[in-house]
T-cell receptor
Framework: GAVVSQHPSWVICKSGTSVKIECRSLDFQATTMFWYRQFPKQSLMLMATSNEGSKATYEQGVEKDKFLINHASLTLSTLTVTSAHPEDSSFYIC??????????FGPGTRLTVL | AQSVTQPDIHITVSEGASLELRCNYSYGATPYLFWYVQSPGQGLQLLLKYFSGDTLVQGIKGFEAEFKRSQSSFNLRKPSVHWSDAAEYFCAAILTGGGNKLTFGTGTQLKVEL
């Protein structure tokens, strides 16, 4: 299957700072990427759909000004958590969507806000 | 509303025993169906998927799943479980033509007793 990477894999930051998470599709061009968050021992919840060259589409209840998504190229999407607070601590996972409705998952980024 | 249900939160089986993880979906039409596995602190790995055709789908690591339209189910099975199969398993669905948005079940935690 396709390879998707995320960087960093683990980040700890102070409350009030911003954190950028990168998602890269390494071996195919992804016009669409998805960002999910997963709280401990819970399922994945879709946050937003990231479309190359256009604004991201956010799911209901997700603050677009807090979770900034940029999809500047066909292989890179970034999620920036602005003014992070402890309640933003979570596991953030990105996926790249191929042409066959199959999503390829990145390894995830563990964010801990102190 | 479209949903994916995994009735079993936890399942414990003995190594070598057979396994069946349940998944039901609620969609107006037959969605694309997936099973993913997640090891602790890791991203998700695709085990198998069903789009159309043969209702018995073979996946990686010896897993298979059977789509049953009459029961709106897509249960995951393995004839003989290995200790390394202990993980969290997620069933997920995409509505055909629904823009690749995955809806996840709540997950089933599998524990394997030696």
């Amino acid at each position: 299957g396709a390879v998707v990477s995320q960087h960093p894999s683990w980040v700890i930051c102070k409350s009030g700072t911003s954190v950028k998470i990168e998602c890269r599709s390494l071996d195919f061009q992804a016009t669409t990427m998805f960002w999910y968050r997963q709280f401990p021992k819970q399922s994945l919840m879709l946050m937003a759909t990231s479309n190359e060259g256009s604004k991201a589409t956010y799911e209901q209840g997700v603050e677009k000004d807090k979770f900034l998504i940029n999809h500047a190229s066909l292989t890179l999407s970034t999620l920036t958590v602005t003014s992070a607070h402890p309640e933003d601590s979570s596991f953030y996972i990105c996926t790249s969507a191929g042409s066959t409705d199959t999503q390829y998952f990145g390894p995830g980024t563990r964010l801990t806000v102190l | 509303a479209q949903s994916v249900t995994q009735p079993d939160i936890h399942i414990t089986v003995s190594e070598g025993a057979s396994l069946e993880l349940r998944c039901n979906y609620s969609y107006g039409a037959t969605p694309y169906l997936f099973w993913y596995v997640q090891s602790p602190g890791q991203g998700l790995q695709l085990l198998l998927k069903y789009f159309s055709g043969d209702t018995l789908v073979q996946g990686i690591k010896g897993f298979e799943a059977e789509f049953k339209r009459s029961q709106s189910s897509f249960n995951l099975r393995k004839p003989s479980v290995h200790w390394s199969d202990a993980a969290e398993y997620f069933c997920a669905a995409i509505l055909t033509g629904g823009g690749n948005k995955l809806t996840f079940g709540t997950g089933t935690q599998l524990k394997v007793e030696l």
